[in-house]
């Protein structure tokens, strides 16, 4: 009986302290909601673009309601909401106005900054723009002296190539000077950074041109071969016009002109004929299985080197080269200065003053072919050949000299050969 009696004090004591507990808490949460709404409401007055939206926390859950200009501003609202300590979730019931004049405020605002950025930019801006001018300005000036880029270069070509690399140089150099003016030289890695990537791109895009270039460049600095002289170049022979950036220029020995693109060029085996004054023509003779080889060898030997066209050094010379059905083959050579007779010309002349020496001499020069002669015909005449030595100037070659020479008179503006400059 005693227990019940202090069972039922204890519990008539207990139940107010309880009430009190849950009364505290209760007042707890409250403040917790109400210092969230405020600090909600802060937030948002101090962005300024959320004057009609209303907030409301109940046990943590914000409520937030009415209208913003953009769906963007809306959309920020809940990653502000749930930023804010003890916040549980956010029920956002925001929607985007139809107020033609709230939705432009916010463009206009922007507008009017932009122009109050440019009223104080623009004083600096224009001082940039006014070094980046004068340095500019210098380079071009530099660049457009004849002294020393022509007494530096190999030739015009080269000497402009200098002259463009110099603007450039002085052009990046304006604008590294202006970005620093403005404060903005981190944007310089990103134009250079672009125009490297540009850069690349192009140069696999225009490879057969930048390679043309660079042969270009580097044939005008070793000039293997200077105007007028007679070279063959992938097959090619003829005179030397000229060299021009693009391509080198032939005038081939029946009167055409033949371009060849300088990669080409550079690239291809070269034969200068004019490189020496003193060059070889060579020929063959067959005489009879029966002649004195030794005798006919000195006889052909010494006409040739008789003649008044050829060279004592390097001296004439003859070898037997082969044994044929028909007879003997000998190999004849002989040198001749070629600025002052043809090659052609006293090659053939000499085959004709070796013909006549072996004839004079009886030696006979076997003839594959089989004539038939009819006994009632008379025998033909035939009419005596001279001996004398014909001339062989170069009379065709300085015709060719004086074409091309009219040729570069025409047009010398862009010739890269120099006959003062170093060659190969």
Not at 187 to 208: K, Y
Not at 221 to 236: A, M, S, Y
Not at 340 to 345: G, K
């Amino acid at each position: 009986m005693r227990f019940l009696i202090c069972l039922v004090l204890a519990l008539t004591f207990a139940a107010p302290a309880t009430a009190q507990s849950t009364a505290g808490l209760t007042a707890e949460y409250a403040q917790q909601d109400a210092d969230i709404a405020v600090r909600m409401r802060e937030i948002l007055t101090e962005l300024g673009n959320y004057d009609d939206v209303t907030v409301q926390v109940n046990d943590g859950v914000v409520t937030l309601r009415g209208t913003a200009t953009s769906v963007a501003e809306v959309g920020a609202l809940e990653p502000l909401a749930t930023g804010i300590a003890g916040v549980v979730a956010v029920k956002n019931q925001v929607t985007e106005t139809a107020d033609i004049g709230r939705r432009l405020d916010p463009a206009i605002e922007r507008f009017r900054s932009r122009i109050d950025q440019f009223i104080v930019f623009f004083p600096l801006a224009l001082i940039a723009a006014i070094v980046f001018s004068i340095v500019v300005f210098i380079g071009f000036a530099i660049a457009r002296m004849r002294q020393p880029w022509e007494r530096l270069a190999p030739n015009l070509f080269i000497a402009e190539l200098f002259r463009q690399l110099l603007r450039i140089a002085f052009v990046i150099f304006g604008i590294v000077i202006a970005l620093d003016i403005v404060n903005a030289t981190a944007l310089l890695s990103t134009i250079l950074g672009a125009a490297g990537i540009i850069g690349l791109a192009l140069g696999f895009a225009v490879r057969d041109t930048v390679e043309n270039f660079i042969a270009s460049v580097m044939l005008s600095i070793r000039q293997p071969f200077r105007p007028n002289d007679t070279v063959e170049i992938n097959g090619d022979q003829g005179k030397v016009i000229r060299l021009t950036s693009r391509a080198t220029i032939l005038l081939s020995f029946d009167g055409n002109h033949i371009r060849i693109p300088n990669a080409t060029v550079f690239k291809s085996r070269i034969i200068n004929f004019s490189q020496n004054a003193e060059r070889r023509f060579k020929f063959s003779v067959m005489v009879d299985r029966d002649a004195d080889l030794g005798a006919t060898r000195s006889l052909v030997a010494d006409t040739v080197q008789a003649l008044p066209f050829t060279l004592s050094e390097p001296a004439a010379d003859t070898w037997i080269e082969a044994l044929h059905s028909a007879g003997v083959e000998l190999i004849v050579t002989g040198w001749v200065d070629q600025n002052e007779s043809s090659l052609v010309r006293a090659k053939g002349e000499a085959l004709r003053q070796v013909k006549l020496a072996l004839n004079a001499a009886g030696i006979a020069i076997p003839d594959a072919t089989q004539a038939i002669q009819m006994i009632s015909d008379p025998a033909p005449h035939s009419a005596k050949e001279s001996t004398s030595v014909q001339t062989v100037a170069a009379v065709s070659d300085a015709a060719l000299t004086r074409i091309v020479d009219a040729e570069r008179d025409l047009d010398s503006s862009e010739d890269l050969l120099r006959p003062e400059g170093l060659k190969e």
